[in-house]
């Protein structure tokens, strides 16, 4: 398991090494920013800034100031928004 140094560091028991990336099996959980949600559902950050401000967009987190989201509600909302062919 590994351990909180500071906020965003964590400090690998093995050998105390601290890093800000999460640890591989964690990464599914980190926040992602505007530009990288956007990267995901092909739309530029701007838009999604938009899309967020009129609630229509992926669900969003509000951490302090910062804004992020969740990978799987970037993917949920993404696959929502699919037509044509055939269904699964």
Known sequence: MHSRKNSGEFVMPSNGITSTVL??????FRSLSTTEAAEIVGLAPRTLENLRG?????????????????????IAWRDAHLVGGASA
């Open 23 to 28: 640890p591989p099996e964690l990464q599914e």
């Open 54 to 74: 009129r609630g229509e967009g992926p669900r969003w987190l509000k951490l302090g100031r910062a804004v992020g989201y969740r990978l799987v509600d970037v």
